[in-house]
Nanobody, 125 residues
Framework: QVHPVESGGGLVQAGGSLRLSCAASGGTFSRYDVGWFRQAPGKEREFVSHITWIGGHTYFADSVKGRFTCSRDYAQNTVYLQMNNLKPDDTAIYYC??????????????????WGQGTQVTVSS
């Protein structure tokens, strides 16, 4: 098993950027693909991005396409979510999660096996 650990959240003005990191603790991501989800107050958790560990194929929610990118570093066993041109609507707790390679629908949070504790992103207008 693997324990994802997020970092990099914070407070930023609209139009600014943040980079979130998701590190694998207690294991490696080699058998897992990694997704990012977010949950704003009073709203359901929603899909943001997904990257396959093998091949590095990426997928994004329409709301973040063109603004967010996702990458992985094999040596650091870490996945990054680069968020540019942030908007107040991006304010949420961001979670990364590990899904066994190719097992399930990457947009469905229930198809992920391990979750991080989340990191707060706040975008001021």
């Amino acid at each position: 098993q693997v324990h994802p650990v997020e970092s990099g959240g914070g407070l930023v003005q609209a139009g600014g950027s943040l980079r979130l990191s998701c590190a694998a603790s207690g294991g490696t991501f080699s058998r897992y693909d990694v997704g990012w989800f977010r949950q704003a107050p009073g709203k359901e958790r929603e899909f943001v991005s997904h990257i396959t560990w093998i091949g590095g194929h990426t997928y994004f929610a329409d709301s973040v396409k063109g603004r967010f990118t996702c990458s992985r570093d094999y040596a650091q066993n870490t996945v990054y979510l680069q968020m540019n041109n942030l908007k107040p609507d991006d304010t949420a707790i961001y979670y990364c999660a590990a899904q066994r390679n190719g097992m399930g629908n990457y947009r469905n949070s229930y198809d992920y096996n391990y979750w991080g504790q989340g990191t707060q992103v706040t975008v001021s207008s």
